[in-house]
């Protein structure tokens, strides 16, 4: 049985004050399901200079460099700025014609999706149109179970793009400010905007974080719900990618839906109590996490 996923986009730094971080959520993701014990392989470009050999090296270090990781010779590694708010709250300055909006099809990122069991993808990297019709390319080339991560960057998106990518998931992640944006209808009930999304694009599974309030998931016709944890909030970059990542480690291990949205809230809120966005886990204070009194 294939149990190899595949998480495919931008790799970049992220610049919070003098310190410089490496990031992109499909690499967060990637990173954080390399601690999780699963196997997976990760796929972006990253460019001929300086902030890509430093990249490189970093990948390499955490088990995620290979063929896949395309080097552009003409455009630039990826820096954004990232801004916190007196909560916590991360925001981000992208630029834009950098290297993986120039990620290409070719033979080996094909073999990778056609061996993978999971694909995940977001829509930051479907900004331009060489790594978007790279992405729906390989979706047709697989069968692989798809996850979208939503992941809106504004402005670079449109709801042309977005539509796209959800026809194309059987699983897809947004947190409750991306719903509310993403779902028409006149209710403010998120359960009730969930089931619209689903009739819409007829996705399997839907996951919906709803920050400190912990997230819901529909699926199979069945809605889970988790408060959350509360916790010393230090940032919250990188916790969506950490609740994704322990997500899908749950799907490939087959787990029951309760106790995978249990332990993904728990991974997230352990993120949120460190500096930037892939902390090195502390299995005793996830579990401590787990074990303490919910939000609400």
């Known amino acids: 049985m294939k149990k190899q996923v595949l998480c495919f986009g931008e790799v970049l730094w992220d610049v919070i004050g003098k310190e410089k971080k490496a990031g992109g959520a499909p690499m967060n993701v990637a990173r954080h399901l390399v601690q999780q014990h699963v196997d997976v392989l990760f796929a972006s470009r990253i460019g001929n200079d300086a902030s890509g050999e430093e990249l490189k090296t970093f990948l390499k270090d955490n088990g995620l460099y290979s063929t896949l990781i395309q080097q552009d010779e003409k455009l630039a590694t990826c820096?954004?700025?990232?801004?916190?708010?007196?909560?916590?709250?991360?925001?981000?300055?992208?630029p834009e014609h950098i290297s993986w909006d120039n990620i290409v099809l070719d033979a080996n990122l094909i073999e990778s999706a056609k061996n993978a069991s999971t694909i995940v993808f977001g829509s930051l990297a479907s900004?331009?149109?060489?790594?978007h019709d790279t992405l729906l390319n390989l979706l047709n080339e697989t069968d692989a179970v798809k996850i979208f991560d939503v992941n809106l960057r504004?402005?670079?998106?449109?709801?042309?793009?977005?539509?796209t990518l959800a026809a194309r998931a059987s699983v897809v992640k947004m947190n409750e400010e991306e719903a509310n944006l993403l779902i028409g209808g006149g209710s403010s009930d998120l359960k009730e905007k969930i089931t619209e999304f689903r009739k819409k694009y007829h996705t399997k599974t839907i996951c919906v974080t709803r920050g400190e309030n912990g997230a819901i998931i529909w699926h199979d016709y069945e809605f889970f719900e988790h408060p959350g944890f509360c916790v010393n909030v230090e940032d919250t970059v990188g916790a969506g990618d950490a609740f994704l990542a322990s997500f899908i480690a749950g799907i490939v291990a087959n787990k029951p839906m309760q106790r995978l949205l249990n332990d993904a809230c728990a991974i997230g809120a352990f993120v949120t109590t460190k500096r930037g966005a892939n902390p090195v886990y502390n299995r005793d204070e996830i579990n401590n996490i787990k074990k303490s009194i919910s939000v609400g």
């Open 79 to 94: 820096e954004v700025k990232v801004k916190l708010d007196a909560a916590g709250q991360a925001s981000y300055i992208f």
């Open 127 to 131: 900004r331009d149109k060489v790594t």
């Open 154 to 163: 504004p402005p670079f998106y449109t709801l042309a793009t977005i539509e």
